[in-house]
């Protein structure tokens, strides 16, 4: 295999050379021959075993394309590029670079294609600085790119060209959207982000460092190993899965500076942290202040891509590669595994939501928002009037019964109470309570309303209330709501003791209601997206979502960065038939995961005789282990509350008994 890299002498150029030096890995072998180009010729690397050519070559020069071409690459990498602060002070030069050099290079395969066949795996390093002001604080693969900056504009306008011409089977190209560098080795350069690794990598050295923004300033950032490891994934990835979807954003930690500044004083001390300066600078400022602050990474994560795992893993990662393993005259602390920089929140307070960004493990285990379900609290009151219409003092008397078994998260799940149906006067009457009560709402749950049910004006209604449920949701301040095709229970549901013991509903295996369904959610994908909410498909016997394999076919066919799947395997094992064990579904959920909601059950399988015997049972009782589970799904980032459910007995007392569960077995 040959591998092109442009913009090798740069530095991440140099750490991608340097890992097919180190451990040729990954479904391709490693390559027979590197080709090192960039404008001075890039240094030769120490113990390479196959041919090397470094190249000293300007690609916006007519004929180097082709010169570079000439071994026919089976892989390149194009990373050269004039930096954000450089091509903005000089725009003729950040065109020449940026845009007009690569479409060179893009018609030079593409001549070479038409006339032999030529089709190489491109890997082109985008950049999050495609998009600008307005941005939400968490930021999916959909938005649109809104680039305030002449460098955000070249990568946007290089994305739509490399789509282009992969879709018409030129290459096969793949754009990742590149985090913000950091720690950067060596001396400052013309990026406006540069000071992102200054006020970490001078301190370390010994060295003043100047901070042009506010320390409350966030980012997305990534080491230079996690890069280099995504450029390396990128090129090796099976192309099928990505051939509709070749630009997207690659996982990274989401920091402030003050989290940066104060990882770098665990890892160096306050003396390292006393050589930081703050001088604010206008002109840094305005690019920042435009700058996202977070990603929506899943689609990337599903991929296998994946993300530091603390700020201060960045900064031992820097010592370890670019500092001998050793500081500037002070011992390297010790690691603290657990200890998390990203977004901290204060343990005697509520969770702040705003925080929540993926792959950043956003709270521990004494604050992870773990909210009680109300289905143990029917709709309709003794006295047969509707929990609709009940006063608050009504309310309030049960949500007490909530806050005394310790919970401090509500999920008003509508087989309760509607809240998204309450008049705007009655919906405040509820809030209060419940911050009466200590009581917050992380997320709110939809039952049985299908939008595809078989009778058409209630699938309609269940659209047009789940649109309304949305609406609500970003008005409370939840962040994530549950959805699912589980339809009204039968007649024959309703008489037993277990209700999931008795045939209820099923989805057509009609492609038809397949594609209404999948058009459905993504028109409610779509509205949750605009108004900053996360759809969570919940999985249930007989739909759509009914295995492990229905559900990931379902969330790929609906393909949007604002939906999820809501893994309650609880609803699978809980049947008297033969099921897939809830390791296997795991393997193929953790990908995909939002709002969770949680509960177990004893199974008992009979292989003589055929007789499979469930019954509810505590989290840490049943037959789903979830301590693996919920550590798959961390593997995976998942950073979204948990659900906790159980049906029969005092189902209230049974779910506090697994929020204490999962508190113990989450990270501390």
Known sequence: MRVLILGAAGML????????????????????????ADLAAPPMPQGFRGIVDCVAADLAVPGTA????????EVIFHLAAIVSGAAERDMQLGYRVNLDATRTLFEAIRVLHESEGYKPRLVFASSIGVFGRPLPDLISDSQIPTPESSYGVQKAMVELLLGDYARRGIFDGVAPRMPTICVRPGGSNAAVSGFFSSIIREPLIGQEAVLPVPRETRHWLASPRAAVKA????????????????????PALSVTIEEQIEALRHVAGNQAVSLIRDEPAPFIQHFVSSWPKAFDTHWALSLGFTADETFEDIIRAHIDDDLGGKLHDAPLAPTASSRLWAAPVAPECPPCHDDAFPHVRPWTARNWPIAAAMIQYPAILPDGSSVQDQKAEGWAATLAEVRRAGFTELDPTDCWLRVADLSASRRLEFLSVCAELGLSIPAVSTSRRSVIDPDPEKADASLAYIHRVIDTAAEIGAREIAVGFAAALSE????????????GHCDP????????????????ADHAQSVGV??????YEDTYLGSADSAVRFIHDVDHPACGINADIGNLVRLHRPMEHWREMMVKLAPYLRYWHVKNYLRTEDATTGMIVTAPAPMEQGVISYRAAIAMALEHGYASPFLVEHYGGDGLSVAALNRDYIRRILPL
């Open 13 to 36: 150029g140099r750490k991608l050379t340097e890992s097919f030096v180190e451990k040729p890995n990954g479904l391709f072998p490693g390559p027979s021959q590197l080709i090192l």
């Open 66 to 73: 082709e010169t570079l071409l000439a071994e026919r690459p």
């Open 231 to 250: 450029l390396r994934h990128a090129s090796e990835i099976d192309y099928e899965t990505i051939r509709h979807r070749p630009v997207f954003t690659l």
């Open 492 to 503: 024959a549901q309703r008489k037993a003791l277990w209700f999931w013991t008795a045939p």
């Open 509 to 524: 295996a009609d492609p038809q209601v397949w594609k209404k369904a999948v058009s459905r959610i993504r028109e409610l």
């Open 534 to 539: 996360v759809l969570s498909l919940e999985m």
